[in-house]
């Protein structure tokens, strides 16, 4: 990203731009970033795309037309599905993209091979936008809070980033709350953050299996019937459980071979300190007990999906005898 930011600094933009991945927060960003410095509040040389489908014959032609009493014109295209399938005709015009064009493409899934991705890179600059480490995100927030004048401590923003997870968007509001409840403060404490933050439903699933495998049934319920009045699917509930207890199955076997927690986080692309949350439970299990809630989880989706149990029954099923 220190390509887009060197860019946008000294206004020196590349015939096109791709801007793809997880992380929305930053594709938002940066498109927003670069669309201001290309144009600014110029709309008769900009124009939006949007979804598949589109008409890129139609594009091509915009591309090639001289941008009217403008040093350029900017071409945005989101959502396109290009980089998957029916992107060869863009692929071909790019050699021939003219200078007073910018063409910025937003994408969530790109295929790296092909034609289109592989011209992109050639003729312009593509930018990946991955989930943020620990330490970045830590950074990040920290400097948004500094810009407020408030300070918080490691920990501090450890419990913070631990209730908000790895989504930017979710941290940026969390971090408004904050800035909002602790008016009149320059420091932001541990209360605070468990006062005001609110905690994401993956959260909530840890402490669920937590108190599953911790035979607190009662506890375990409540937590669901919290879910279920969040609006949450209880399928979706389901796969969330069974999703973790594949962590929790990978985690105790990498730990078991001696790996590291930032290479366990690495490998199973989650955050360190949501490793550092399934270790201890990963350890006071075995393998055999990880392994026979696994086979629950599968046996009871399919158990709804044969209309044999309905979606909500099922889960409770599960959390009553899982353990």
């Known amino acids: 990203m220190q390509t887009l930011n060197q860019d946008i600094k000294n206004r020196t933009f590349k015939r096109v731009y791709l801007l793809y991945g997880e992380e929305a927060f930053l594709k938002k960003s940066y498109k927003n970033r670069l669309k201001e410095a290309v144009s600014g509040e110029d709309t008769m040389n900009s124009h939006s795309f949007q979804g598949k489908g589109l008409n890129l014959s139609e594009i091509i032609s915009l591309a090639d037309t001289m941008p009217f009493f403008a040093e350029k014109r900017l071409i945005l295209i989101e959502d396109s ?7 060869e005709a863009l692929a071909e015009y790019l050699p021939s993209l003219t200078e007073t064009t910018c063409m910025i493409l937003v994408e969530t899934e790109v295929d ?3 034609r289109l991705f592989k011209g992109v890179k050639k003729y312009g600059y593509a930018a990946e936008m991955v989930r943020q ?7 990040w927030a920290g400097g948004l809070l500094a810009r407020e004048g408030k300070k918080i401590s490691g920990a501090t923003m450890e419990l913070l980033l631990s209730k908000t997870g790895d989504d930017m968007e979710n941290i940026r509001s969390e971090l408004e709350k904050l800035i909002s409840y602790t008016l009149g403060r320059d420091v932001i404490t541990s209360q605070d953050v468990e006062s005001i933050c609110t905690t994401q439903v993956t959260n909530k699933i840890f402490d669920m299996v937590s108190a599953i495998t911790s035979r607190r049934t009662k506890q375990a319920m409540e937590l669901y019937e919290d879910l279920l009045i969040l609006r949450e699917p209880p399928m979706r ?19 078991e071979k001696g790996i590291s927690k930032g290479e366990i986080a690495s490998q199973l692309k989650i955050p360190p300190f949501a490793v550092g949350k399934l270790l201890p439970q990963a350890r006071s299990m075995g393998k055999e007990q990880i392994t026979a809630c696994v086979r629950l989880c599968v046996d009871s989706e399919e158990a709804v999906k044969q209309g044999r149990l309905g979606d ?12």
């Not at 599905?81 to 992107?87: A, D, M, T």
């Not at 480490?133 to 950074?139: E, H, N, R, Y």
């Open 81 to 87: 599905g290009l980089f998957k399938s029916g992107g």
């Open 112 to 114: 790296k091979r092909s």
């Open 133 to 139: 480490s620990p330490a970045q995100l830590a950074k």
């Open 237 to 255: 509930i389901l796969f969330l459980i069974a999703r973790q207890f594949n962590q929790l199955l990978m985690v105790k076997e990498m730990a």
């Open 312 to 323: 909500r029954l099922a889960v409770e099923l599960l959390i009553c005898h899982a353990w």
